[in-house]
């Protein structure tokens, strides 16, 4: 597969009760791609994956194939842990469900670059859709070299990274310098987005996205300035300035675009001044 443009990490929006917000999901899902996004992420990290049921996820997943199918967009699925086994049979559950599955390097275990390596190597064998590695060493303790994400990246099966390292330094740069083959690297970075299209990036897995979509959409096809790039960062910063997805979801609900703002604790919901910050960044970006 190609993967290319921006591709939205949705929420999981819930009504008052607590419960799924089905019809919500769905608006947002649609809405992201009627403004151009390639690609929807069900399940990952923005969507708070972890405090969802198997039942849940089962929903989050049609609502997003459903909406993705509509668009001809590419679904990808968030899936993986820190056990190998377990992986593989989640993977084994996408087949006729997802184009594309988002793994993280494992986490917490910390293997090292040549277990990471192994790890990656029996799911890209047994999986029945294409691989694409988040490699997000603040959450998961495990920093790979571009030496190593190359070796991942030229294994069969695997379609790129979603590159998340914190920054921008030589390791990127090496990187983006000499990619393999058919191996595409995301931003996933939000605010650098810019400088990781400037090194050869093609797209961005971007919660912040959710915010702007078009004009994220309009960056990533070489059609925006430096200076919308600039705003564009402004913005994620502000989306990011209480832990993931409080203020996007925060913001949605002032927009009246989800029935609450909540999030399932060990989140709790973001204040009033960091919504109130993000959406005056977005009426100038929008506006």
Known sequence: MELHGIHVPLITPFEADGT????????????ALADGAAGLVALGTTAEVATLDEAERHTVVEVCAKA????????????GGNDTRRTVEALAGLAGVADAALVTVPAFTRPGEAGALAHFEQLAAGSPVPLIVYHIPYRTGQALSAAALRRIGALPNVAGVKYAAGGIDQETVALLADLP????VMAGDDPFLAPLLALGATGGILASAHLATARFVEFAEGRGSRELGHRLAQLSIAAFAEPNPTVIKGVLHAQGRIPTPDVRLPL???????VAAALTVLAELTG
């Not at 799924?20 to 809405?31: C, D, K, M, W």
């Not at 083959?181 to 595409?184: D, Q, S, T």
């Not at 709790?268 to 960091?274: I, N, Q, T, V």
Request: hydrophobic share 50%; glycine share 12%; net charge negative.
């Open 20 to 31: 799924l917000a089905v019809e919500a999901l769905a608006g947002l899902a649609r809405q």
């Open 68 to 79: 993705a199918a509509e668009y001809g967009a590419t679904l990808t699925v968030g899936t």
């Open 181 to 184: 083959p058919e191996f595409a």
């Open 268 to 274: 709790l919901p973001a204040g009033r001044e960091s």
